[in-house]
């Protein structure tokens, strides 16, 4: 029997904003523990909380980016659970009037784009943390630190209509390069700015209704992600071959063993006892509000891509590249501004440049080589003063130096030597040293011309222009 994998994702996205969602404590990671709460999202009876207007602007954003319908009402209700990171007893969350719907993300997959629908995009307040004694020397406690609680969240549901855990993949770094094109939050997975449960079943090829799903909680890397699906879904034919049913419930994912296990069994809607807070009134959101919105977005990654393509003349490969970083993209259009030939700015873009960002671990903009530096270089190539081979010398000097590359080529002497008579006596030389080969060249084996332009490429240090050695050598020989 050959078997279908059906996958939802739901995404929880802290916003960057200044203050919480509910009260105006800084939102700033990595401080003391409980130093940034005050009575409001500490969750003391009788307060009441006040909606930051800069989270709804930024969920519209969102909204947008992800083509959804912005409601012009929404509704913020109580999700009524006991855990001990939450202090009211109860999440702000939204839940029958969310304030996004019917959205979607294209991926690429295998050349082909791929919608994912969105079911909805809704607001709602993180909970804190909470912190095992276990990892303080101090087995018998826990501790809780609520400067998390009432930092906003972002929760993006999609349709089951991701197939597997590479579709998953891209759908999730999609997601999160729209989000680092609209600046929204700073989609830090390591500090859980972007973590993501997945939903998890597997069905017969064909089959119409969908299996019984697992749900696997937060995780926080694309690696994790991939991983977990891979072993629920081997572990849920496993359980249906073996005659077994899936069981729905809540799993998670341990990354040491690389299995999942069971957390509990999954809760409904109703146990949450959802009800609208009374304390919080229904958002409004004017069509002029949305439309203000609409056009202030910034260009986004698809459209970016496109215009590369038609722009640029790039292939698709290269423009989902450039493009999947906005940062990447504006750093490529500025080396591409100033030299003639874009494809070649591209392939040192994806190439020697996104290597340096990741070898030197540092941000594109802030690498040593500036774009016109890069422009620079490439316009020394094109202009024949220096081979794309010493030209890799010259980027690796930019790269550790930050000089310009005329100054490298100057100091170093690299300059290609395009001077005939200074080639000329190197192929001479190279020809009178070599006369075994001469003769397998003259018996037709041309190849051997290979083994020539090494010598005299060799022998000029590299600085030899590879086309003129070429064709000097082939006039001498063929004589
Ligand atoms: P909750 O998890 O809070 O109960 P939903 O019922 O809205 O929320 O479903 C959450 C996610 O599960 C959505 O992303 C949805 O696409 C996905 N999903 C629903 N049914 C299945 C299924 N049978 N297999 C895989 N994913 C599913
Ligand atoms: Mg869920
Ligand atoms: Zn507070």
Known sequence: MEYETVIGLEVHVQLSTKSKIFCSCSTQFGRDANTGTCPICQGMPGVLPVLNKEVVERGIMVGLAMECEI????????????????????????????????????????????????????????????????????????????????????????????????????????????????????????????????????????????????????????????????????????????GGQVVQETRLYNSDKDITVSMRSKEEAHDYRYF??????????????????????????????????KEYELPSYDAGV??????????????????????????????????????????VQNIKVAPAMLSSMINLIETDVISGKIAKTVFEEMADTGKEPETIVEEKGLKQITDTSAIDAEVAKVIADNPKQVEQYKGGKTKVIGFFVG???????????PDMVNKLLKEKLDQ
């Not at 004017?286 to 977005?297: F, G, I, N, P, S």
């Not at 990447?328 to 494809?343: G, H, L, S, T």
């Not at 010598?455 to 222009?465: D, I, L």
């Open 71 to 242: 409601a012009h009402l929404s509704q913020f209700a109580r999700k009524n659970y006991f855990y001990p990171d939450l202090p009211k007893g109860y999440q702000i969350s939204q839940y029958d009037k969310p304030l996004c719907e019917h959205g979607q993300i294209m991926i690429s997959i295998d050349g082909e784009e791929k919608r994912i629908g969105l079911t909805r995009i809704h607001i709602e307040e993180d909970a804190g943390k909470l912190i095992h004694g276990e990892n303080l020397g101090d087995p018998d406690s826990s501790y809780v630190d609520l400067n998390r609680t009432g930092t906003p969240l972002l929760e993006i549901v999609s349709e089951p209509d991701i197939r597997s855990s590479e579709e998953a993949k891209l759908y999730l770094e999609k997601l999160k390069t729209i989000l680092e094109y609209l600046d929204v939050s700073d989609c830090n997975m390591e500090e859980g700015s972007l973590r993501c449960d997945a939903n998890i079943s597997v069905r017969p090829k064909g089959a119409e209704k969908l299996g019984t799903r697992a749900e696997v909680k937060n995780m926080n890397s694309f690696r994790f992600l991939q991983k977990a699906i891979e072993y629920e879904v081997k572990r849920q034919i496993d359980v249906v071959e073996d």
């Open 276 to 309: 609208p807070d009374p304390d919080l009134t229904p958002v409004i959101v004017e069509k002029e509000w949305v439309a203000k919105t609409r056009a202030q977005l910034p260009e986004l990654p698809d459209a970016k891509k496109l215009r590369f393509i």
């Open 322 to 363: 450039l493009t999947a970083s906005r940062d990447v993209a504006d750093y490529f259009e500025a080396v591409a501004k100033n030299c003639k030939n874009a494809k070649t700015a591209s392939n040192w873009v994806m190439g020697d440049v996104l290597r340096i960002v990741k070898e030197q671990n540092v941000a």
């Open 455 to 465: 010598q005299v490429m060799r022998a000029t240090k590299g600085k030899a222009s």
